[in-house]
């Protein structure tokens, strides 16, 4: 069964910084991963989806990267700010599934401080 | 842009009561998923439906039921609510592999 973890659960940083987020995933026969922002309170936001096949997409301050093979994808934020502060989801969509349905991580909550 | 719009941001119903949650999308999906939101477990799937009348059960579809009479609108059944179904729902739509569009949520509280 897929199960997608991420760490680190918290992270805090100054603004200006660069930082990585991290998603494993324990089966690599993924169709897609998707990057979610989440507000409090709210609904997730797409940020990104990248295919089995693809390595990176990159939107504006944004990159994530997957490696299938090791069942790891990063979400790269280059030069944080404030209004980055947020909680960060990843999530799988199996290959096999024709449904698409998602399977999600618990997200890391990030803090930029100004 | 995509919407997904849940018909109630905040709900409040007591134990025993049928509890409705209604969702519509405008772009026309053929997905459509409901998904509870619980600190410490995350997003679990409760059902979803790839076509009108067409639903699955998900991971966790006991104490609920859906509705898809029309493809626009997906509708989530407490049948007989419960203090442990207090939460977040979220509803969800999309078309193929394209990623999915999330409402805004509904925080149901069961008293």
């Known amino acids: 069964k897929q199960e997608v973890t991420q760490i680190p659960a918290a992270l805090s940083v100054p603004e200006g910084e660069n930082l990585v987020l991290n998603c494993s995933f324990t089966?690599?026969?993924?169709?897609?991963l998707q990057w979610f922002r989440q507000d409090p309170g709210k609904g997730l936001t797409s940020l990104l989806l990248i295919q089995s096949s693809q390595r990176e997409q990159t939107s504006g301050r944004l990159n994530a990267s997957l490696d299938k093979s090791s069942g790891r994808s990063t979400l790269y934020i280059a030069a944080s700010q404030p209004g980055d502060s947020a909680t960060y989801l990843c999530?799988?969509?199996?290959?096999?599934?024709?449904?698409?349905?998602?399977?999600f991580g618990s997200g890391t909550r990030l803090l930029v401080r100004p | 842009d995509v919407k997904v719009t849940q018909s109630s941001r905040y709900l409040v119903k007591r134990t025993g009561e049928k509890v409705f949650l209604e969702c519509v999308q405008d772009m026309d999906h053929e997905n459509m998923f409901w998904y509870r939101q619980d600190p410490g477990l995350g997003l679990r799937l409760i059902y979803f439906s790839y076509d009108v009348k067409m639903k699955e059960k998900g991971d966790i579809p006991e104490g609920y039921s859906v509705s898809r009479e029309k493809k626009e609108r997906f509708s989530l059944i407490l049948e007989s609510a419960s203090t442990n179904q207090t939460s977040m729902y979220l509803c969800?739509?999309?078309?193929?592999?394209?990623?999915?569009?999330f409402g805004d949520g509904t925080r149901l509280s069961i008293l």
């Open positions: 969800a739509s999309s078309s193929g592999g394209q990623p999915q569009h």
């Open positions: 089966d690599s026969a993924i169709y897609n």
């Open positions: 999530a799988v969509s199996d290959s096999m599934d024709s449904s698409y349905k998602l399977i």
